[in-house]
Every structure is written in C-alpha cells, then in structure tokens.
C-alpha cells in the first residue's frame, strides 16, 4: 500500500527534506523562543521521520509547498512503511508532541499546518489498521471487562521481572521507557472530556481530578513520576529520553494519543482509560516493591504505591460510573469500548515482550543504554 500526502512538489532544498520528499520553508526573522518546558527535537530514525523534522526546525510558513510523502508496503522493520516500525512511529510521536509541550525551536504554529496534519493523518490510518490486525475481532464488553479484572500471577511481564529477578540497572531502564508517557499523565484521556455526556463526563473527571494531585501540585503523579526518575539517577526533564525509547514504547503513547484526538475513536479511548486503571493495582504494587528492593527510597517507590490505593478506587468509578452510563446512552460505543481495550493490551504486550525480550538476552532494552547518557547510577 501506498500513502501519499502533501500538496505541490516543491524543489528540493535540504539534505534531510530529500529523503522524504519534503521542502522545509525558509526560516523567517521572527522565530520562536525557546520554552524550558519543550524538550528538542529527536533524531530522525528513517526518511519520514527525517523529513517532518527538517520542515519542523524550520518556521511555520502557510505558503510553503511541500513534496508528498510516500509510504511504502510494510517490509522489515527499517522500512518507512512499517506502522510498528522506528520511522513511522517516531514521527507520529513527533506529531502528537505538537500537542502537548511541542518541542524547543518549534514555531507552534505547526501544530495546525495542513502538510503537517495529513502526514499526520497517513501515519495514523496505517497505525490504526495494524493495531485493528493485531486485535481481530474484539470480545463482548462485559467479557473484555472481566478479562481486566483477572490479575495474572503467573505473568511474564516487565513487572513480574522486576519483582522476581530484575537488577537495577532493568528497573532504570523501564522507567526510562514510561517516561514518555508519565510525565503527561491524564493528559491524552483529557481529551476525551467535551466528547462524552453528563454523568460518564463528571465521572471521569472526577478520577483525572485525583491524576492531578487533587488540587496539590505536588501529588500530581507526573511529578510523583519525576521524583522517582530522581531518586533513580535519571532526568526527569520531560521528554529527555525520547531519543532513547524504541518504538515498542513510542506505540504505547500514541495509541492514547490516536484515541484522545478523534471523537470517532472516543470509546476506544474509554476503553484504554479503564484498561490502564483496572489492571495497574497488582502491576503497580509489584513495581513498588521491586524497587524497594533494589534500594529506592520512599520517594521512589510512592509513584506506584500511589497508584495501588488510587487505581483500586478508580477501577470502580471507570466500571460503574463512566462505562455503564455511557454504553446505556449509546449502546453503539460498546465494541468501541472493547476494541479500546484489546488494542491497549496487545500494544502493552508487544511493548512487555520487547523489554523482557533483550533483558533476558542481557541487553539493553533502550536503543542507547543509559550508561552511554548519564554517569553509571549507584550499585
């Protein structure tokens, strides 16, 4: 399958715009500040990835013309077309980023460019049928529900490594990983709120009310994540590791973002909200004590201590007060629902098989290890 996005092709004028067809516009005398908060841009992983990036460090122009983008039929992983693949889900990352905190250097007017939001658009539709051929057909809603609520003992996941064997060393690694996501906690489901009816709408704010520390900055759990980060010799600097995060966790991130963005997909993004309340209980207390053990202190370990007593409450409001409401209103949101629900186990479980995958094998589960970006962290 070929994708082809963009307007009038343009000539070429940057190395990096060749790759993927792409001509960044010239850069005008007004641009934009740097924000502290905004992380830089990535490296480019990939013709697509490269040509967004070269478009992106130049300014916003409406009168630019861009050089369609093509992406190709799936191949091995280092083709463009792959939509599990490093190109294509870096730079759909690196569109969703534009809004959130977008990016240091980045006139913030890209978040709305033409060109940009159909390169968006491609990458999505190729995206969302992979994850729809990963699910197949999903279960009944009170049947992928119930699934939800068996915790598996016996589990092969990170969390279950962590516990029974993991050094620290995996521990760092792993919270590296979730740090994409983490340090804008609640954010992608927020955009669910003005799509949804009274009450599953008050309903789910209530439980992001707690996501954001419940009136005290302090609690929110994305900076209760970026206290561990610190107790753990990482930077806790938003988006630092981006670089750094394979597409096995960059796929995490934008299936909540794909959801949050598109009011069809907003029983998906339900559905992803209660998979990720339901099942963090038994995960997050493994989490918590795995690395208790590998020397964390209290400030380490109360993200997921947090999250034990938290999601336990929250499991329950999710169920009862924003799910049943909603499927009673518009029972068409069901499958949905369910569909959101296998989508965000089968992108947590090829994410899950990655990192236990090279940690097994004794490797790095990051494309750079740690060790090559921060001085060693304490045995």
Excluded at 79 to 103: I, N, R, S, V
Excluded at 107 to 128: G, K, M, N, T, V
Excluded at 227 to 249: F, I, K, N, R, T
């Amino acid at each position: 399958m070929t994708i082809a996005v963009g307007g009038t092709p343009a000539d070429s004028r940057s190395a990096a715009g060749r790759g993927a067809g792409v001509t960044a516009p010239s850069r005008t005398a007004a641009e934009p500040a740097s924000r502290s908060a905004a992380p830089a841009l990535p490296g480019p992983r990939g013709p697509v990835s490269a040509g967004l990036l070269a478009a992106l460090r130049a300014a916003a122009d409406p009168a630019a013309t861009f050089a369609p983008v093509a992406l190709s039929d799936p191949g091995d992983p280092g083709d463009p077309g792959d939509p599990w693949g490093e190109d294509l889900q870096l730079a759909l990352y690196t569109c969703y980023e534009l809004h959130y905190q977008g990016f240091a250097d980045v006139d913030p007017d890209w978040e709305w460019h033409p060109w940009q939001l159909a390169l968006r658009s491609a990458l999505e539709q190729a995206f969302l049928a992979a994850v729809r051929a990963a699910t197949g057909e999903p279960p009944p809603l009170a049947r992928a529900l119930a699934g939800l609520l068996a915790d598996d003992t016996g589990g092969t996941g990170p969390s279950h490594h962590l516990l029974d064997h993991g050094e620290r060393w995996q521990a760092r690694e792993y919270v590296a990983h979730r740090s994409l996501y983490h340090l804008k906690e609640a954010d992608p489901q927020m955009w669910v709120v003005p799509r949804l009816p009274n009450p599953a709408k008050a309903a789910l704010v209530t439980v992001q009310y707690d996501e954001y520390g419940a009136g005290r900055p302090e609690r929110a759990h994305a900076q209760l994540f970026a206290e561990m980060m610190a107790d753990l010799d990482l930077d806790p600097s938003y988006g630092h590791y981006l670089d750094a995060v394979p597409a096995p966790a960059l796929a995490v991130v934008n299936l909540m973002s794909l959801f949050g963005l598109h009011r069809s997909l907003r029983g998906a993004l339900i559905g992803q909200f209660a998979t990720v309340e339901i099942t963090s209980p038994p995960g997050a207390a493994r989490l918590a004590a795995a690395l208790e053990r590998l020397g964390a202190s209290p400030a380490g370990t109360l993200f997921y201590r947090e999250h034990v007593v938290a999601d336990a409450v929250h499991e329950q409001l999710v169920r009862r007060t924003v799910i049943t409401p909603l499927v009673e209103d518009d029972p068409s949101l069901g499958p949905d629902i369910a569909f959101g629900i296998a989508a965000t186990t089968a992108v947590e479980a090829r994410f899950g098989a990655h990192v236990v995958g090279c940690w097994r094998d004794g490797r790095s589960s990051l494309r750079t290890p740690l060790t090559a970006l921060a001085p060693q962290a304490k045995s």
